[in-house]
């Protein structure tokens, strides 16, 4: 089965980090876009980041620019996200998904979505 499995989630404060992860199963990540998308509740998807894994080109929704950063590990078939300066708003569940096209292509082109990770931000 061609999947996702996020994990690094968990309950933070405001200003803290986490970090998550994205592993692949049952396919390598070479020459996808690989983003994440985050859910708040009653909320549509939201675009968080992406990675162009054929030549790691980066790209950040400007809610999280500065604060957030992707990366690609292809030895361990994982991308992760690296969340920092956490604020309630980022509270959501966070999944990955790939597309054999470009990073901004719309929701409908990504695929292999995982079960997500909740990031609860809060004091």
């Known amino acids: 089965q061609l999947q996702f499995v996020e994990s690094g989630g968990g309950l933070v404060q405001p200003g803290g980090s986490l970090r998550l992860s994205c592993a692949a199963s049952?396919?390598?990540?070479?020459?996808?876009?690989i983003a994440w998308f985050r859910q708040a509740p009653g909320k549509e998807h939201e675009w968080v980041s992406c990675?162009?894994?054929?030549?790691?080109?980066?790209y950040y929704a400007n809610t999280v620019k500065g604060r957030f950063t992707i990366s690609g590990d292809s030895a361990r078939n994982t991308v992760y996200l690296q969340m920092n300066s956490l604020r309630p708003e980022d509270t959501g569940t966070y999944y990955c998904?790939?597309?054999?096209?470009?990073?901004?292509?719309?929701?409908?082109?990504?695929?292999?979505w995982g079960q997500g990770t909740q990031v609860t931000v809060s004091s």
């Open positions: 049952g396919f390598t990540l070479d020459y996808y876009g």
């Open positions: 998904a790939k597309t054999p096209r470009w990073c901004d292509s719309p929701r409908k082109d990504f695929d292999s």
């Open positions: 990675i162009m894994t054929g030549d790691g080109s980066t």
